[in-house]
């Protein structure tokens, strides 16, 4: 039977000063609900949340989760970790940290308060995947030792430890892997490709693609997977995932590139430049389980998406 919400919640939300984080207090609060935002600023911003210093159900904490943390909360949605490649290698000693001892910590806390907890996971557990669509049951395809094997392993490790506070504590867990979603409060300069794009693009400059821009992504816009997000975490307790969040509609990078360029109006040509080491060639979410268990689907489509967060970053560049 789905958790009733028909009462307020003292929920945490850490990585809330995010891209998708910020989102997420936003979608909570509108819900009614108490919100205390978790963050250390490593990639997020002040002004990602600055819009809700007045409100007073909300409550921003500077905190790294990779120290224990003591606050009673009813419900712990943990994103706290740097999503891009760019970021997360930056200090991947620190990223490897943030998603083992941060599991740790947030799992530990979620003990105590015998409360549910919900992990933002991600298709990276995939690697470079050998089945495609990829579907949940899927093991991955991933090198443990390059360049992403910080974030990668980090989230399968976390995963694991998930999974064994589960079956060993009987914690209620809820484990999302996320795909590529994109939209307003992106970090213009993370490096990721939809940020990229866009930027390159408004400011008239050339088109980075890695490669030969001939490799798949599926994008998802930001409001979409809050909702899937939100939909999981009030799901049935037995009903504990993984469960893919994602678009399933599939581009290349060079498609990508054309569409944001012709949407920018813009008259950046495309500049090719060398693949980074293990870029997936290909990924795609299937997303079956969403759509039976959670009943969610994506409405947004990307050229609509692409709008409203060209639209966001235009103020950005000015
Ligand atoms: P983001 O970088 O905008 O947000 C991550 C937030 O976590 C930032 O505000 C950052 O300051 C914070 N953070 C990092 N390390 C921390 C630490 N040690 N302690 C406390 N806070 C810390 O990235 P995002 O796109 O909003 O991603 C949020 C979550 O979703 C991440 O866990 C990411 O792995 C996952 N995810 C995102 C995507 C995507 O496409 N956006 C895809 C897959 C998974
Ligand atoms: N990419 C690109 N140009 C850029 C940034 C990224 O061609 O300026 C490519 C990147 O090599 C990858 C895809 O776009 O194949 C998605 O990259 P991103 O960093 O957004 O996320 P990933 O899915 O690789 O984690």
Redesign the pocket.
Known sequence: MARLYDSRKRILVTGGGGFLGSHLCDRLLGKGHEILCLDNLFTGTKRNIEHLHAEPRFEFLRHDVTFPLYVEVDEIYNLACPA??VHYQHDPVQTTKTSVHGAINMLGLAKRLKCPILQASTS?VYGDPSVHPQTEDYWGNVNPIGMRACYDEGKRCAETLFFDYHRQHGLEIKVVRIF?TYGPRMHPSD????S??IMQALRREPI????N?Q?T?SFCYVDDLIEGMIRMMESSPDFVGPVNIGNPNAFT?TELAEQVVAQCGSASGLRY?P??VD??KQ?QPDISLARSKLGWEPEIQLRDGLAKTIEYFRKVVQ
């Open positions: 891009s490649p990276e590529n490096g990721r490709v939809v990229n794009f980075t693609i890695y490669g821009g490799q992504r990078i430049l693949l980074p870029d997936p990924r």
